[in-house]
């Protein structure tokens, strides 16, 4: 995947993670949860966007990361909009609740390369 | 300030911080941020919805924390909505950057109580 | 599809749009658009949520439509929020601009009943 | 006001109206609505942004009205995302409900020139 490779109209997910291309280690999104969590009880979410090997997303008026998402399944959980040139580094840490076991996936926006999203993640229940 | 006093068409802000009443503790976005940081450098900012003297919002389908904003001034920073059910306990992690010493406020829109606002906290940028 | 039929945690679409549940009516979003456009020259799009056969959707401090999607294919060309009580009928008009032929799709989420996605409309770029 | 005359941590909106200089021309939201409606049924809004003497906002990948908000009073009404490319001529149409008196004011950000807001506009609920 060269720097070129990015699709404006439709959702840009990496096929294979070994050998990830530089546009992707600047836009997907890699979550960080625990394993297993208590029904009903929250957790804590961290969303990272970019910064895999260190090659970081800009952060500039005209080109950054806009918002990020974060689902459990095909369930919203939250949308976090960033303002240009506020939010370097691009790190949320969110309280999740869940009531069963579901798959976590986060999805990001950035203004000049569409929407990305990263490996799911399953958190069991128990 | 009795349960009944809030207002859907005005800002809420607590004018005094002894004697908060239950509304107000359950409503008002505590900000938590180093006093002092450093200009472009990206430092956390952490902000709970309520929770103040342990007197949780609820989170059901129809009485939840619909979003929260933090602003540097008049600028917005992020806008953090959460669907309801999903993020007990309301808390939000982010990353920010100043240029310059600059004021944040935390807003939260509650859609049984409207929009609240708590203490602002002044960060130098050194 | 009796009253009881719907989901928050996956997409709520009717599969015949003959002999719709009153759910339906409520929730679905109609898309109001020409077929045939000029490339980059904008066009108005109506969207409408509910209100099918009459079936209006309610609009209460704790159930409201809280907001609608409208999509080109996978692109999310504009999201737009409500606040409870203030905007019943839940018509939204909008100028969409496109480069090339897309099929427009419109979602919107109901905070006690989920997310709901009407019929697509293909519009040809002449 | 010169072109250069805007602010990313201010409020912008023009102290007069006559002799308007570009910057603004391009970016002051513009509301239409009927003087006087009945209370709880709704009427039609609509707002433009920019396009003042023909002078309309550009909107390209890095810079275009990222979202216009929609208030009475203090109270947000509706908020609309664009995506950048997607609605040229920014005008949205929205149905509105008021239970009393109020004055609409209409606020939109671009991501270059920050946050901007336009002339209120009293409407009379009778």
Partial sequence: MSEKEFSLTKL???????NLADM???HVPIIEAPEKV????????KIKVGGIDGVEHPNTLGHW???????AGDRLISKVDFAPEMCNGY???L??????TA???AREFCNL????EGKERKIIVE
Same sequence: chains 1, 2, 3, 4.
Avoid: D, M, S, Y
Avoid at 65 to 71: A, D, M, R
Avoid at 95 to 100: H, I, M, Q, R
């Fill in 38 to 45: 208590k029904a009903k009880e929250h957790f804590t979410v």
């Fill in 24 to 26: 992707a280690k600047k």
């Fill in 91 to 93: 790190l949320v840490t």
């Fill in 103 to 105: 798959t976590l996936k």
């Fill in 113 to 116: 390369h569409g929407v990305w």
């Fill in 95 to 100: 309280n999740v609740t869940l009531n069963e």
């Fill in 12 to 18: 840009n997910k990496p096929q294979q993670w070994t």
């Fill in 65 to 71: 990361i806009n918002w990020v998402q974060l689902f």
